[in-house]
């Protein structure tokens, strides 16, 4: 790996570990970074990076939440398990079904038709709108759902059913999520923890589908970009996610529909002049 690579692959990183908790799309703004900044490697790759690097991302919630998504504690010399997470887990599964059908049956589909600049800057735009809308509906509401107890099958389905939009680059898995959970009357710290644990199977699924498909011959090069872009997502991710749990517990999700809004029209001007 040159000192090229490795700053790029830094970069990749970095940019994945913010934008996949705030809900701005990590994989819009990976394409965008694509973009401008390029790696050495093939457009196959590429596709598999862009996903797989999201486990790194993820591992940050396994590894700040364990103590809440980990069943099975130990008592005494025997193993006890905790049905309240087991509880949750069942639901986390029912929200993760719509997202893997859709995905496994247009997986190819969408990677043809919608990973693009255009679609990045329509969707950032469409969602900006959506959160500042729904922000200022909700404003003076009292949310029905307050803790992750309170979240039934029902309403687990509905949030699963929303994360089918961002099967759309540009719109945000976390967004979309979001978007729907406060619809439905969930808090705004409840959505997004949800949302983080609901990342756990969907990104899991993702990335072995991505790698089946890719194979496991990498070059020795591209291995590096896969590990060191995982390792830098896992990092960064650990400070996102704390801050966003912070920020949202006084505001609301408004400034980050005016950010996608903002640069959505930055790159359309950009597609414009170019």
């Not at 940019?15 to 990590?26: A, F, K, N, R």
């Not at 130990?74 to 719509?98: C, H, Q, T, Y």
């Not at 909700?138 to 089918?164: E, M």
């Amino acid at each position: 790996m040159s000192l090229h690579e490795l700053l790029v692959t830094l970069l990749f990183g970095l940019v994945e570990g913010i934008t996949e908790w705030l809900p701005i799309s990590s994989t819009g703004h990976m394409i965008l970074v694509e973009k401008f900044i390029t790696l050495s490697t093939n457009d196959a790759f590429m596709e598999m990076f862009r996903v797989v690097v999201q486990l790194g991302a993820i591992m940050a919630v396994v590894v700040l939440y364990w103590n809440k998504i980990f069943p099975f504690k130990k008592k005494g010399k025997g193993i006890e398990v905790d049905m309240g997470i087991m509880n949750l887990w069942f639901r986390i599964l029912v929200a993760s079904v719509p997202a893997a059908i859709i995905g496994l049956l247009f997986d190819d589909y969408l990677d043809a038709h919608f990973y693009n600049f255009q679609t990045v800057s329509m969707t950032l735009i469409i969602y900006g709108v959506l959160f500042i809308v729904i922000e200022m509906w909700n404003k003076g509401r009292s949310p029905k759902v307050n803790s992750l107890k309170d979240i039934t099958y029902n309403t687990a389905l509905i949030i699963g059913v929303f994360q089918l939009l961002s099967l759309i680059p540009g719109t945000s898995r976390s967004g979309a999520t979001i978007i729907g959970a406060l619809l439905i009357g969930v808090s705004r710290t409840v959505a997004a923890e949800f949302t983080f644990y609901l990342a756990i199977p969907v990104m899991f699924g993702a990335s072995f589908l991505k790698l089946l498909r890719f194979g496991l011959n990498f070059t020795l090069g591209e291995a590096c970009i896969l590990v060191v872009g995982m390792i830098t997502a896992f990092l960064v991710s650990v400070f996102a996610i704390k801050f966003l749990m912070g920020y949202i517990k006084k505001h609301d999700f408004k400034v980050f529909g005016y950010y996608r809004i903002v640069l959505g029209f930055i790159l359309i001007a950009y597609m414009f002049a170019h």
